[in-house]
C-alpha cells in the first residue's frame, strides 16, 4: 500500500471509531434509565475501571482489555 492509501485509511478509521464511539454512548444512554440501581453501581465500577485504565498511558490496550475480561465478567456474572 503507498503512503497516501495508509493515510486515507488511518483517516478513515479515525472517522469510523469516532461515530462508533457516539454509537456507544447513546446506545448506553438508552439503556441507563432502565438499570436497577445495583446493575447502575456495577455498571458504573466497570466503567470507572476502564477509563481509569485507559488514562494510563504507560499500559497497552491489549493489558487493558485482558485485566478488563476478568473484572467485567464478574460483574456480568451478578447480573441477575
Do not use: C
Not at 444512554?29 to 455498571?43: F, N
Amino acid at each position: 500500500m503507498t503512503s497516501r492509501a495508509n493515510e486515507l485509511l488511518d483517516k478513515d478509521f479515525d472517522r469510523q471509531i469516532g461515530a462508533t464511539h457516539r454509537r456507544l454512548v447513546k446506545a448506553i444512554e438508552g439503556r441507563v434509565g432502565a438499570m436497577s440501581l445495583q446493575t447502575k453501581e456495577r455498571y458504573f465500577a466497570v466503567l470507572s475501571t476502564l477509563v481509569a485504565k485507559l488514562e494510563a498511558p504507560e499500559k497497552s490496550l491489549r493489558e487493558i482489555a485482558q485485566e478488563m475480561v476478568a473484572e467485567a465478567a464478574s460483574a456480568i456474572l451478578l447480573e441477575p
